[in-house]
């Protein structure tokens, strides 16, 4: 089972989008996928078009006791999701003691019929983050192509992820770097690219996420950009990134 956290530190990179659009297409490939909502704001939830109204259950409700099968629901795409509400708020008072960082470890381990799980993290460093890079053995980072996102991917390396590396996780390997919301017409997007390409070799995925309107448009609608429109850029460029996804890790599609 290999477990994928994606973290930026910064808002507004596109993070849900990518979690969203990769783990449909990888479940559209005959995987087995797992996704796992971490922001008490829940837009992977809301995406997914689900909720947590009427008794759903979601992450805030395994922290308080409930088995972890119980919470998990299978979405319209085949992906089957671990939900967030804003209940979320509260996990750094729900989870305590010497094991709070092992929470979500532990709760996988409950859990092995899947070929992928994915994380999608709160846009800072607090608990539940720390909670999801604990438990994967894959970081991907997704990052505009603008010089103060690069510093945020360097800082992100540099301070956070070599700590997990050293005092919780030795297993988690800093593995892609996936470049959103870019522009080929904009010089200094292509500057940037070559300069994160540099900064981290053979960590850069190939694929950049292109600036597409369909990618907004499918998530408002809560419909994977290659299911609304399949030839938009949007959806060309998230099937090439999971194909890269999928190689990279060595993951066993079907088709």
Known sequence: ???????????????????????????RKGLRVLAIDLDPQGY??????ESTSAGRKSVHDVIKGTPVHEAIRKTSTGVHLLAADLELTTADLDLSGEERSYFMQKALSKVNQYDVVVFDC????????????????????????????MRGVRQ???????????????SLQFSGVVITRYDMRKRIHQQTAEKMASMFPDKVFDTKIRTNVALAESGMKGIPVS?????????????????????????????
Do not use: H, W
């Open 156 to 170: 992100l390396y540099l301070k956070v992820v070599q700590l997990i590396q050293r005092e919780l996780n030795p």
């Open 1 to 27: 089972m290999k477990r994928i956290c994606f973290l930026s530190l910064k808002g507004g990179t596109g993070k849900t989008t990518t979690v969203f659009n990769v783990s449909t297409e990888l479940a």
């Open 122 to 149: 709160c846009p800072f460093l607090g608990i539940l983050s720390v909670n999801a890079l604990v438990a994967s053995d894959e970081l991907i980072i997704p990052t505009e192509a603008e010089f103060l996102a």
């Open 227 to 255: 299911e609304y429109r399949p030839n938009s850029n949007g959806a060309i460029d998230y099937r090439t990134l999971t194909e890269e996804i999928i190689e990279r890790y060595n993951l066993p599609v079907s088709e």
């Open 44 to 49: 992977l939830t809301c995406s997914f078009n």
